[in-house]
């Protein structure tokens, strides 16, 4: 006999049953507890707006059952302990649901949402400008090229990888820093 299809919505349980019938059962009712103690009950999805949660029965060594949830973050399945069917409360499923949304170390760091429930980490180096290396080599060509753009105009750099445009803009940056400097200090002067 094939299993039912469980999914918690809203506080609700949610049985798909085979021939289209469909049970309802709020959560922490009598009805959900007996029916997480059953054996049709092994695995249901938590639907929170944090993200989907996969929560499963699991059978401990000792013989005993208990209930786990699951949820890949950055690649990484991780898992929150639930207790056993007559803990199981929605409370506990929410406190799983923002858990398992986090970063491991419990905080989030530079995530940002990206309005579907995903996050995604900002890489902090990508929003710094390098240092120009030792054996910067110059360009006054670019340089210059890059300096005669008016201002808020938007100059595309176009070249293949390890050509030098990063390279070429933190130099141009650095150049006009430099230029800004020198005028404050001859302004300060006057």
Known sequence: ?????????????????????????????????AWLASEQARSF???????????????????????????????????QYLGRSSELTAARLEAAALALQRAPNGHRGHDHELGNGQARTLIPTKLMVPLPGVALVMRPRLLSSLAGQPGGRVTTIIAPAGSGKTTLLASWLMNVERRTQNAERSNQDD
């Open 45 to 79: 999805r938590y639907c929170h707006p944090l993200g989907v949660l996969t929560v499963r029965k699991e059978r401990r060594a000792r013989g005993a059952w208990y209930w786990s949830a699951y949820r890949r973050v950055d690649g990484h399945l991780r898992k």
């Open 1 to 33: 006999m094939p299993h039912a299809q469980a999914e918690v919505r809203e506080r609700t349980l949610i049985l798909a049953r085979p021939g289209n019938a469909e049970a309802q059962i709020p959560l922490d009712t009598p009805a959900w507890y």
